[in-house]
């Protein structure tokens, strides 16, 4: 019952944010809706039982990510004549009916998942211990390139947006 | 009673919102938040998977689905700022020169 409505809540408010994310056109504005939606995201990864992608989905994403985002929006301090021209009414709904059409594809594109209900899951799923259980013995490998791959993201991203590099 | 379905076309609609916002709009910088969009939809339906299946190895892909997402957001965001310095603008239909 009240899975239902939270889900219903976060799934609906989940959507409207995602609609103003990609129609506003100030991107301070789009950026606090998407922190908004990613929010919501996690609210539903918690009612998914993944209490610890919910946790890392805020810490991360709307901490991490959308700050460095709203960083960047403020230093490139962008003029309203800078932002573009205001968007045609055909362009608005060449989006609009692309956007539709796409969802509706994608929707039709699979019919029936045959899996009725959430199975019983053990008190574990989902929990901090459970998740680096399995990260730390059979992820390893991945979990070490992906620590590979944020350094020479960082590196990367230090070495492009500097002036000069020595 | 909320089924995988449910979150299945929640997700697909959040990714159709992100890609709509990549061929639509013309600002680098919310061309990046889309494709943010678009990752949390995958990391979504991940993690229905993952409960309707009552397998936890999901959580593990939308884990590093997240890593590549926090290095794409930065190395984006510094080529963006570096196209800024460069040619001073931020609209992808004026950066047409591969040309510095």
């Not at chain 1, 609210?43 to 991490?64: E, T």
């Amino acid at each position: 019952m009240w899975e239902s409505v939270f889900f219903w809540i976060f799934s609906v408010a989940a959507v409207a944010l995602g609609v103003l994310v990609i129609t506003f056109r100030n991107p301070v504005h789009s950026a606090m809706a998407l922190i908004g939606n990613l929010f919501c995201v996690a609210a539903l990864f918690a009612l998914l039982d993944a209490h610890f992608l919910a946790a890392i989905q805020v810490l991360v994403y709307a901490g991490a990510i959308m700050v460095l985002f709203m960083f960047v929006i403020m230093l490139l301090n962008l003029k309203p004549d800078e932002l573009g021209p205001a968007r045609q009414n055909a362009a608005k709904i060449t989006g609009g009916v692309l956007l539709g059409w796409i969802a509706i594809r994608l929707i039709m594109g699979f019919s029936g998942s045959g899996m009725e209900g959430a199975p019983e899951i053990d008190q574990n799923f989902g929990t901090i211990e459970s998740t680096g259980r399995l990260i730390f013995n059979q992820y390893l490998l991945p979990f070490e390139v992906a620590s590979v791959l944020l350094l020479a993201a960082i590196l990367g991203s230090v070495s492009i947006a500097k002036k000069k590099l020595w | 009673m909320i089924t995988i379905e449910h979150y299945l076309i929640l997700s697909f609609i959040m990714f159709a919102l992100g890609v709509a916002g990549v061929l639509t709009r013309r600002n680098a910088l919310i061309l990046l938040m889309s494709v943010e969009l678009m990752l949390n939809a995958a990391n979504l339906a991940l993690l229905a998977f993952a409960r309707f299946t009552g397998d936890q190895t999901g959580h593990i892909l939308a884990l590093f689905v997240m890593t590549v997402a926090a290095a794409e957001a930065a190395v984006g965001l510094a080529l963006v700022l570096a196209l800024f310095r460069k040619r001073g603008t931020v609209n992808v239909d004026e950066i047409n020169s591969l040309k510095g």
